[in-house]
């Protein structure tokens, strides 16, 4: 054998690594380069909803966005309707970063008060005739192809069918055909709308995400629809979805059953909590079997392109100002608490519980504004500082960025002047 047959010349002239053994390492790790580009394709790189408002199908109108954001405000100007007054309820520091916030918050519920929306059909709506039904499932197509052509729909919206369990599988996919073969016929030129979403319920294995993604393929060969263009949410409301009787995480498993499409996991607060046994009066979003259940699926979700949404409160912010501001805390401490373990996204059920979602939001991105761009631009400048950190943090940071101005958080202006990066190197950064 040949010198270089045997150990080749390496870079100093010396010993070194054969061609050969170089090229049995590549043939060794293609599959596994393969492996990880498609099941790790990393963030999707389009903008996520802070939130999910349900709305249950027969509840559904023409001016249901519209009607949510002029309660929401009336709520907020009624019981919040100075910083002062939001401090107090909030039991936050007054000051000139609330006061920024509170402005921001109020053009935000007269502008777009509501990101995602989901026409339910599910828990919302409960079993009907299926003549019933099926006219709600052509009604709600009608009004969302009307909704997106008038330029009123909000950036996200869809429906969540009923479970494909035995006893309602019929009737979910007969809703979600008629639903989407409506939308289809009456969404004009541009066909389905871009933000179209469809939510799963209840998944106990991951056959019944197979079972979807084998309809929606239908689907698409039957209307000349590109293969993949729908997607969906699973979620995550049963103790099976965490943990099989094999003792592994099933939710890793559906995940890969989606075989691409899914595009997010939601948690269900109350279902998963009395699945679990916990009382109705402890059930919530901080239980420590909620942390379980979402560690479970931020960790099988890392990567993947499939996104998280944390759960939703039943504590509504009605009555008097007392009882409404003490509903309002307990809902903004519960988003901040979500958004600090990077539960980016969660459910309102309530038009008064959009003024806090987005006061919580909002002052998460501003409160972190300035720290997170000093340490971007030291980074991108080589600068060090005070913190020395890596790409992975660089991604997240920029990530962060991105959240607060893609929900108005923040402004362009302001992240560009304090970074000196425009919006194609943040999402560059960001991996997008």
């Keep these: 054998m040949s ?33 990880l580009a498609r099941r790790y394709p990393g963030d999707p790189g389009t903008r996520q909803p802070v939130h999910t408002v349900y709305v249950p199908a027969d509840a559904f109108a023409a001016d249901t966005v519209r009607s949510w954001g002029r309660q929401a405000l009336a709520a907020f100007d009624t019981h919040a ?19 920024d916030v509170h402005a921001r918050v109020r053009a935000k519920l007269e502008r777009e ?3 995602d929306l989901r026409i339910d059909f599910e828990d919302g709506y409960g079993p009907r005739p299926d003549a019933e039904e099926d006219a709600a499932a052509v009604r709600a197509a009608g009004l969302v192809a009307a909704a997106v052509a008038d330029g009123s729909a909000p950036p996200y919206v869809g429906i969540r069918i009923k479970c494909l369990e035995a006893a309602v599988r019929d009737r ?48 698409e060969r039957s209307a000349g629809l590109p293969a993949g263009r729908l997607g969906f949410e699973i979620q995550i409301e049963t103790t099976q979805a965490i943990l099989g009787p094999d003792g592994r995480a099933t939710v890793a498993r559906m995940i890969e059953a989606a075989e691409g499409r899914a595009t997010g996991l939601h948690y269900g607060t109350f279902d998963y909590s009395a699945a679990c046994g916990v009382g109705a009066a402890y059930q919530s979003m901080d239980h420590p079997v909620a942390d379980h259940a979402k560690a479970v699926m931020q960790v099988a979700a890392a990567g993947t392109g499939v996104r998280l949404s944390d759960g939703s409160t039943n504590v509504i912010p009605t009555g008097g100002t007392a009882r409404v501001h003490a509903a309002w805390k307990l809902h903004h401490d519960l988003v901040r608490r979500s958004l600090a373990r990077a539960y980016y996204q969660g459910w309102d ?22 720290a997170a761009a000093a340490r ?57």
């Design 3 to 35: 010198q270089v047959e045997v150990g080749g010349t390496g870079p100093t002239g010396g010993a070194g690594f054969s061609t050969a053994a170089r090229a049995a390492v590549d043939a060794l790790l293609a599959p596994v380069d393969a492996d």
């Design 81 to 99: 309707g100075t910083p002062a007054e939001l401090a107090r309820a909030l039991g936050v520091p007054d000051g000139a970063l609330l006061a």
């Design 113 to 115: 008060p509501v990101e």
């Design 172 to 219: 979910g996919i007969r809703t979600l055909e008629l639903f989407l073969a409506t939308l289809l016929a009456r969404g004009g030129p541009g066909g389905l709308p871009a933000g179209l979403v469809l939510t799963l319920p209840k998944v106990t294995y991951a056959e019944q995400v197979t079972a979807l993604v084998r309809l929606l393929a239908d689907f």
């Design 349 to 370: 059920m309530h038009p008064a519980h959009l003024p806090t979602r987005y006061v919580a939001v909002y002052s998460f991105y501003r409160e972190g504004l300035a």
């Design 376 to 432: 971007l631009s030291a980074y991108v400048a080589k600068a060090g500082g005070d913190v020395m950190d890596e790409p992975a943090t660089a991604r997240a940071l920029s990530g962060y960025l991105l959240r607060g101005l893609d929900c108005g958080a923040v402004d362009l202006a302001e992240v560009t002047g304090a970074t000196g990066l425009d919006r194609a190197r943040l999402d560059a950064l960001a991996g997008r």
